[in-house]
């Protein structure tokens, strides 16, 4: 076992939003339009998804426990919680503050209303293709950008949070004050020219959920991820929630310029709070056809946009990961979020056939504590 400390000094996956260069500014969108960036990875292979469900028994692993404890020590987290999930059964940890149960997964959660939002295409309610006007005719655009625009992130729609008289006054906004600032900042660029990551697509997706099925967000995911999938240690936020049940998040770095964030400020964008057993489990629900027939779940990773200038793609709700490795190049598929003093992943690494779901708060990297573990619970 290698010793965490060289694992996490490597270069890590990062999961806080970053865009190194805007693009022009959109010209008079019309007909066709030229692609901008970089193109995507190629489609991710039917063989790298799981194809066997393996059954939820806790069992102990010292080797884990250990690497646990090296990782708050080296990272400085307040606490961190994690899993590991694989065919000898489930492993989980918690080290350093143990306050409450739940952690909250910030944008992970995304995953959870994607998978809501690709039902109803199954069920044949919505289409890919629908313009997201005929559900939410406030979006800027909107005629143009499509359901899979807004579920892959190449809309153009400014990402709310980032404008100035937002982050100097944090707290929960509705849709239309959400959609009001993305109007008057202007898109980016013209629907399906680019990539950026932006909030404000599933800000809008979340709308969408609750103007087709008429119910509350937190709702509509309790009923089509918790229940169908027969999960425990999850649950989705609504606005007025109290939060007693979550861990607390660390402060903000306000000399990094972060501003504060609570989980029943920002709706379809960071739903979920979770055991790390519940991220784990609810991963393998989606991945395992629980929630999703097998070939929606292959075509959210089919062109998988890059992230970030780092060695991750995003799909249509899910991502692609490459990790740093001092062997074979390896891969997972999973989901990663951010907020101010708290970060999360949950990923499927289909070269060690495992799951691994870590949360943290304070400082600290969830996918290099994730790369940590998987190498450790690695059998020769």
């Known amino acids: 076992m290698r010793p965490i400390l060289i694992l996490i000094l490597a270069p890590a996956i990062v999961a806080t939003p970053a865009w190194a260069q805007d693009p022009p500014q959109p010209p008079a969108c019309a007909g066709e339009v030229a692609r901008l960036g970089p193109a995507p990875h190629a489609a991710v292979a039917a063989e790298a998804f799981p194809t066997s469900t393996f059954t939820l028994t806790p069992g102990p692993d010292a080797g884990l426990d250990a690497t646990m404890a090296r990782a708050i020590t080296a990272m400085g987290s307040r606490s961190i919680g994690a899993a590991v999930l694989d065919e000898g059964g489930l492993w989980t940890g918690r080290v350093g503050s143990d306050q409450a149960p739940l952690f909250w997964w910030a944008s992970a959660g995304k995953l959870a209303v994607a998978v809501a939002i690709l039902q109803l295409v199954e069920e044949g309610r919505i289409s890919l293709d629908d313009p997201v006007s005929t559900w939410v005719p406030e979006v800027p655009l909107g005629e143009r950008i499509t359901v899979r625009m807004l579920l892959d992130r190449t809309s153009g729609l400014y990402s709310a949070n980032e404008a100035d008289d937002v982050r100097a006054d944090p707290r929960r906004r509705d849709l239309s004050e959400l959609l009001a600032v993305a109007r008057r900042e202007g898109s980016l660029f013209c629907p399906g020219q680019a990539w950026r990551y932006s909030n404000t697509n599933y800000w809008v997706l979340g709308g969408v959920l609750e103007r087709i099925e008429g119910e509350p967000l937190d709702a509509i995911l309790t009923r089509r ?39 029943n400020w920002v709706g379809a964008a960071g739903p979920m709070l979770a055991t790390p057993e519940g991220a784990v489990a609810l991963l393998q629900a989606v991945l395992t056809n629980r929630l999703l027939e097998p070939d929606t779940i292959r075509a959210m990773l089919a062109e998988p946009w890059p992230m970030f200038n780092e060695p991750m793609f995003y799909g249509r709700g899910l991502m692609l990961y490459e990790p740093p490795t001092q062997g074979p190049p390896i891969v997972w598929i999973g989901h990663s979020g951010g907020a101010p003093g708290v970060k999360a992943a949950m990923v499927w690494s289909p070269g060690d056939q495992a799951y691994a779901a870590v949360a943290l708060t304070g400082p600290g990297s969830a996918e290099a504590i994730a790369n940590a573990l998987l190498n450790a619970r690695r059998r020769p």
């Open 225 to 263: 991820i918790i229940e169908r999938g027969g999960l425990t240690g999850v649950r989705f936020v609504a606005p007025d929630d109290g939060l007693t049940d979550l861990e607390p998040l660390g402060p903000a770095n306000t000399e990094a310029g972060e501003v504060e964030a609570r989980p």
